[in-house]
């Protein structure tokens, strides 16, 4: 089973339109170039995951044509578009991210999308995460989130039929598989703890804070204000011997080869990892993080967005308006779903998912109840992400406290 199968809305008459439209062009010649607009588009996608969605665009815009290049994310991507934006070669179209939305806007290299038609169907949490001052510059249309996979059978020998999405029902249910000799936990260091992730978004949820960790950037609040008491509640999994040390050495897929192998009962991942869960055969189910702040928000975030160059001019603007507002419809949504395995958030195109994903996906992605540190970091996100991963290493080995790490945070972003 794929992870994800395409709810494809396109209607027939649509279809017969474009095939008729491109019939017409075959038969007069096709369009005169002169009357021809192209823009230039760095995709994030492959140029083959990429080609159906621009040949589908195209057919239905003959007047203009998109220029496709591609460059892979993350940090080649963004050395890319930074050397053809220094070299006056900015593409019209391209792709900004929490790793490079700071320099982008900061910069003014980027148009404002907020008088665009597709404004009103984006979700709370993509349209935040790429505005700034009130003004959009990132067109993103989904996201993802993570959440707790269990093995049924192995909570089946201590008598539980699903997961507890509150933490202490959480610990509770890893010492009672413990206590039956089942490894009940296991997660990687490797990135920044997905369960605190999710904690620092219970909280912003419950206090009503759309912006996150961006008040410490706005200078109202500090690292040293937000992290101590969720990466202290998360730190119990530690503390109370339910996982330890090993985390640091482990990869993601390590920890999903775990559990597949049926030697641990419960972890956290996203999405991508459902085709070979499913593929092994293990009898299985995902539920929301848990949570302790009564919100269950899950460790996720907002797909890249879609943004113009604030160099382009004349009719290339226009054309570019023209291809993101297209984006936006329900049609290249499908498409987008389809071939890049995206899950869109906006009101205007519900993605199709795997069934063991899709009480997270209506309940959690559709209503932006997901939350990831660094779409709410303002500047210097990509050597905060490096500081942060080392302080939580420490942690986990003793050296630090996690007054400590939030404090090694406020120093690190006053070096910035």
């Given at each position: ?353 795997n069934p063991a994903y899709t009480q997270l996906y209506t309940e959690s992605l559709k209503t932006s109840q997901f939350y990831l540190s660094m779409e709410h970091w303002l500047a210097g996100a990509e050597p905060l992400q490096v500081e942060a991963q080392a302080q939580q290493q420490l942690l986990i080995q003793g050296s630090v406290t996690a007054d400590e790490v939030a404090a090694a945070m406020d120093t690190k972003l006053g070096n910035l």
């Amino acid at each position: 089973m794929t992870m994800i199968r395409t709810s494809t809305r396109v209607t027939t008459a649509a279809a017969v339109t474009a095939l008729a439209t491109l019939g017409l062009a075959a038969c007069t010649g096709a369009t005169d170039e002169a009357d021809t607009t192209t823009i230039s588009y760095l995709s994030w996608n492959s140029e083959a995951d990429a080609q159906p969605v621009i040949d589908a665009f195209e057919a239905e815009h003959p007047d203009i044509t998109v220029d496709l290049s591609y460059s892979p994310p993350v940090a080649e991507y963004i050395q890319t578009l930074q050397t053809r934006i220094a070299g006056g070669q900015a593409p019209d179209v391209f792709r900004i991210a929490p790793e490079n939305r700071a320099t982008l806007i900061s910069e003014n290299l980027v148009a404002d999308l907020s008088d665009l038609s597709f404004v009103d169907t984006l979700a709370d949490a993509n349209r935040t995460a790429y505005t700034s001052d009130d003004k959009l510059y990132g067109a993103s249309f989904g996201a993802w989130v993570a959440g707790v996979v269990y093995n049924k059978d192995l909570l089946a020998q201590v008598g539980v039929d699903e997961v507890p999405t509150d933490w202490d029902g959480f610990l509770e249910l890893c010492h009672t598989l413990q206590d039956a000799g089942i490894t009940p936990y296991l997660e990687s260091a490797s990135e920044l703890s997905r369960i605190f992730q999710g904690f620092l978004g219970d909280g912003y949820a419950a206090d009503g804070n759309a912006v996150g960790e961006a008040i410490i950037f706005d200078g109202e609040s500090t690292f040293a204000e937000e992290w101590p008491e969720p990466m202290t509640q998360w730190m119990r999994i530690y503390d109370e011997g339910i996982v330890g040390a090993e985390t640091i050495s482990l990869t993601g897929d390590q920890v999903r080869d775990e559990f597949v192998a049926g030697n641990v009962a419960m972890y956290i991942t996203g999405p991508w990892d459902l085709a070979t869960l499913d593929e092994s055969g293990i009898d299985y189910g995902m539920t929301f993080q848990p949570g302790i702040g009564g919100e269950n928000v899950g460790a996720g975030a907002s797909d890249p967005g879609f943004a113009i160059s604030s160099s382009a001019e004349g009719a290339e603007v226009e054309a570019a308006k023209e291809f993101v507002e297209w984006l936006a419809t329900p049609e290249a949504l499908a498409l987008q779903s389809e071939h890049w395995g995206s899950m869109s958030t906006s009101t205007a195109y519900d993605t199709e998912v795997n069934p063991a994903y899709t009480q997270l996906y209506t309940e959690s992605l559709k209503t932006s109840q997901f939350y990831l540190s660094m779409e709410h970091w303002l500047a210097g996100a990509e050597p905060l992400q490096v500081e942060a991963q080392a302080q939580q290493q420490l942690l986990i080995q003793g050296s630090v406290t996690a007054d400590e790490v939030a404090a090694a945070m406020d120093t690190k972003l006053g070096n910035l």
